[in-house]
């Protein structure tokens, strides 16, 4: 059960990891139309969605 539940908990942190980036992405392209502001914050990916959350 611990093994089953360890790897569950795994798959949700890597598909909020890729869904964070790609919604970062889509988000600053939409915003910018940059390219390298994309990249930039697809890395940061949560801290930049969190903040286009607050700020706009």
């Known amino acids: 059960m611990g093994k089953l539940f360890y790897q569950n908990k795994k ?15 889509v988000i ?14 697809g890395l940061l990916s949560w801290i930049y969605v969190i903040y286009f959350a607050f700020i706009r």
């Open 11 to 25: 798959q949700v942190i890597k598909t909020g990891v890729s869904f964070g980036s790609v919604l970062a992405i």
């Open 28 to 41: 600053s392209w939409s915003v910018n139309e940059s390219i390298i502001w994309a990249i930039i914050h």
